[in-house]
């Protein structure tokens, strides 16, 4: 079936540093992926739509400066938190849609996620 | 707007109960898609079903086992005779199509005692 990689899967900075996570379909080619935040003991949030060859597509209330969102090739998304600081530390995830055009209907698989602690 | 609601925060049962988890969800369009995913301690998020709007007939996998009741917009988890290994938090989402993004629900999260 459709893996999805996400490295790394927990990461541990400094303040004011900037770190950078990757979301890769395995087997698949995904057009578009999503990048959701989960705080502890919540649900996950809509982050961004990563859209490859194209500027990704914030929610309200996400900072597009603070997260930087790049979606280069087919298969790799990256999200890089920028000057990180402790209100930062959450747990990201990605999916990545599986378009399987007159195959089915699209599949979003996720990838395992990265958990990010700004010290 | 789309909104999911799973008013039960946390539940507790013992091994081999039954146990159902409650999803209500909001949406103004004609069809859309319910999920339910799994996310152990660890956590990734494991796919459990899928539903679109115009299919109500309810499904068994299992020990597991959804109602959707388009009439109430509620589309219910069952597990039948729970296991420790069922101790996770479960998330109800929904999306206006196949892959779009997801809207989640707060998260059930259920603890399953020996």
């Known amino acids: 079936g459709a893996v999805v990689s996400q490295h790394p899967s927990w990461v541990i900075c400094k303040s004011g540093t900037s770190v950078k996570i990757e979301c890769r379909s395995l087997d698949f080619q995904a057009t578009t992926m999503f990048w959701y935040r989960q705080f502890p003991k919540q649900s996950l949030m809509l982050m961004a739509t990563?859209?490859?060859?194209?500027?990704?597509?914030?929610e309200q209330g996400v900072e597009k400066d603070k997260f930087l969102i790049n979606h280069a090739s087919l298969t790799l998304s990256t999200l890089t938190v920028t000057s990180a600081h402790p209100e930062d530390s959450s747990f990201y995830i990605c999916?990545?849609?599986?378009?399987?055009?007159?195959?089915?209907?699209?599949?979003?698989?996720f990838g395992a996620g990265s958990r990010l602690t700004v010290l | 707007a789309q909104k999911v609601t799973q008013a039960q925060t946390e539940i507790s049962v013992v091994e081999k109960e039954d146990v159902t988890l409650d999803c209500v969800y909001e949406?103004?369009?004609?069809?859309?898609?319910l999920f339910w995913y799994k996310q152990p301690p660890s956590g990734e998020l494991v796919f459990l079903i899928r539903r679109n709007s115009f299919d109500e007939q309810n499904e068994i996998s299992g020990r597991y086992s959804w109602n959707f009741q388009k009439s109430t917009s509620s589309f219910n988890f069952t597990i039948t005779a729970s296991q420790v290994v069922d101790s996770a938090v479960y998330f109800c989402?929904?999306?206006?199509?196949?892959?779009?993004?997801?809207?989640f629900g707060q998260g059930t999260i259920l603890t399953v005692h020996p």
């Open positions: 989402a929904l999306t206006p199509y196949p892959g779009g993004k997801l809207t």
């Open positions: 999916s990545a849609r599986e378009d399987r055009g007159l195959l089915g209907a699209n599949v979003l698989t």
């Open positions: 990563s859209n490859e060859g194209s500027k990704a597509t914030y």
């Open positions: 949406t103004r369009d004609t069809t859309y898609y």
